[in-house]
Nanobody, 123 residues
Framework: QVQLVESGGGLVQTEGSLRLSCVAS????????MGWFRQGAGKEREFVAA????????YYGDSVKGRFTISRDNAKNTVYLQMNSLKPEDTAVYYC????????????????WGQGTQVTVSS
């Protein structure tokens, strides 16, 4: 497994922006697709975005399409989530994860998870 450390969360007002970062340990980062998920209080974990190993393709959950952008820098072992036009319903703990295979959209296809970073959007 790989260690993943998220950062960049915080408190922001509606329509504000944040950029989350996730740094991975080890030398195999560039071999794997990566994803972001989120979990609000009392809610199921929800797919947010994913990116292929080389950044060539990206995938988004319906609730964030057009507002969030996932990217990666393999030289820095880092995946990013740029979040714009934030809404109160985006409030959640955001997790990055490494995908082993299969669907990009389901949490069980990911084997390593970070500790999460809290994003709170005030109305």
């Amino acid at each position: 497994q790989v260690q993943l450390v998220e950062s960049g969360g915080g408190l922001v007002q509606t329509e504000g922006s944040l950029r989350l970062s996730c740094v991975a340990s080890g030398r195999t980062f560039s071999n794997y697709a990566m994803g972001w998920f989120r979990q609000g209080a009392g809610k199921e974990r929800e797919f947010v975005a994913a990116i292929t190993y080389n950044g060539g393709s990206t995938y988004y959950g319906d609730s964030v399409k057009g507002r969030f952008t996932i990217s990666r820098d393999n030289a820095k072992n880092t995946v990013y989530l740029q979040m714009n036009s934030l809404k109160p319903e985006d409030t959640a703990v955001y997790y990055c994860a490494r995908r082993l295979g299969g669907s990009y959209y389901y949490a069980h296809e990911y084997d390593s998870w970070g500790q999460g970073t809290q994003v709170t959007v005030s109305s």
